[in-house]
Antibody, heavy 124, light 106 residues
Framework: QVRLQESGPGLVKPSETLSLICNVS??????????WTWIRQTAAKRLEWIGR???????HYNPSLTSRVTMSLDKWKSQYFLTLRSVTAADTATYFC????????????????WGQGARVTVSA | EILLTQSPATLSLSPGEEAILSCRAS??????FAWYQQKSDQPPRLLIY???KRAAGTPVRFSGSGSGTDFTLTINSLQPEDFAFYYC????????FGGGTRLEIK
């Protein structure tokens, strides 16, 4: 069974860097058709896509965040990572990692497995 | 960026009733569209993909319809466990979510 689990500091100071890890079990993140995604949810319950990383290491980011975001993966540890630089209070959210699974009916991907989320607060 | 507008923001119904949730896209997303359910302190759960296909484990009382810019999630005969938040998602251009509909017990 595929499981994802986020980890990282719950409190980050403004202007500093937020770093999160997603631990994946039950699936190989270094191969296959799936890719690996970060999504965040604000206190107002709005969901925002942050970005995705393919098993090859290729990344795509939300244009609104691309200047501050980096994603990477370590297939041997079955982990992938999110770094968000120069954070502000607006980055306070629950951060989810999720598997984006390939569905061959129309040939698109959807998030079918999610971690429980990591709550991150940006505050001095 | 494609904007998704969900309506209503809150829907108050009783168990056994039918729920109809709507989502409108600011431009066509064809059928690259999904519905997610989220309960308190849980991550979203994929219910419907490709606008009308039920994901694994989704009960048959959930059905999705629509294409282009207008989409509907219908829940027949509401069960107590169906009262939750529902989000629509498009991935035709980038990836974005609607603001959500809260389905609450009347």
């Amino acid at each position: 069974q595929v499981r994802l689990q986020e980890s990282g500091p719950g409190l980050v100071k403004p202007s500093e860097t937020l770093s999160l890890i997603c631990n994946v079990s039950g699936a190989s993140i270094g191969r296959g058709d799936d890719y690996w995604t970060w999504i965040r949810q604000t206190a107002a319950k709005r969901l925002e896509w942050i970005g995705r990383i393919y098993p090859t290491g290729v990344t795509h980011y939300n244009p609104s965040l691309t200047s501050r975001v980096t994603m990477s993966l370590d297939k041997w540890k079955s982990q992938y990572f999110l770094t968000l630089r120069s954070v502000t209070a607006a980055d306070t959210a629950t951060y989810f990692c999720a598997r984006s699974r390939y569905y061959d009916s129309l040939g698109y991907y959807y998030e079918d497995m999610w971690g429980q989320g990591a709550r991150v607060t940006v505050s001095a | 960026e494609i904007l998704l507008t969900q309506s209503p923001a809150t829907l108050s119904l009783s168990p056994g009733e039918e729920a109809i949730l709507s989502c409108r896209a600011s431009e066509s997303v064809k059928s690259y569209f999904a519905w997610y359910q989220q309960k308190s302190d849980q991550p979203p759960r994929l219910l419907i993909y490709d606008a009308s296909k039920r994901a694994a484990g989704t009960p048959v009382r959930f059905s999705g319809s629509g294409s282009g810019t207008d989409f509907t999630l219908t829940i027949n005969s509401l069960q107590p466990e169906d009262f939750a938040f529902y989000y629509c998602q498009q991935r035709y251009s980038g990836l974005s979510f609607g603001g959500g509909t809260r389905l609450e017990i009347k």
